[in-house]
């Protein structure tokens, strides 16, 4: 197992499972730590995510997206202000997402391997790699069935959702 702490102020991160019996450590920063301690070298955690060119959703303890960067903004075709607030298949247009039980609640919800794993990532901090996704999406030209790999990680109460490849499938 390895086990996540702050280089900073050695608050715990979390831990991953390894094949190792032994416990290691592994060194990272909290959100906190970042914003004190590298103030001088960002404005704002907002414009170092848009230094970043794999996209990036940031979603908070209730699923919904607190903030998108340009290249995740791209994806979905959508400005940071239109996607703001939005449940995960809000901001995706999935096309269960517009069911009268509303995103997250529809029966198809429940196999949403994007949400199991934002879920999976907000309750116990483990984080997902590269985890394989196939969604319908409404589009404007007609619904679509899109091939995503997906990674996830936790800093603090925020869920980073890293989109590492959309294709349609």
Request: overall charge negative.
């Amino acid at each position: 197992m390895i086990k996540r702490v702050c280089t900073y102020c050695k608050s715990e991160l979390g831990t991953v499972a390894d094949a190792v019996d032994e416990v290691r450590i592994s060194h990272g920063i909290c959100l906190e730590c970042l914003r004190e301690n590298h103030q001088h070298h960002l404005k704002s955690l907002d414009e170092f995510l848009e230094t970043v060119t794999t996209p990036l959703v940031l979603v908070d303890d209730q699923r919904r997206v607190v903030y998108a960067n340009s290249p995740a903004c791209n994806i979905v075709g959508k400005e940071l202000d239109q996607v703001t607030g939005l449940l995960g298949g809000e901001f995706i247009d999935c096309v269960y997402a517009a069911d009268p039980e509303g995103c997250g609640a529809a029966v198809h919800c429940q196999s949403c391997v994007i949400r199991r794993e934002v879920e999976k990532t907000a309750l116990t901090g483990f984080p997902s790699r590269r985890v394989p996704a196939i969604l319908d999406l409404a589009k404007e030209s007609g619904d679509q069935t899109v091939r995503f790999l997906i990674s996830t990680e936790k800093i603090d109460d925020v869920v980073f959702v890293q989109i590492d490849e959309v294709e349609p499938f």
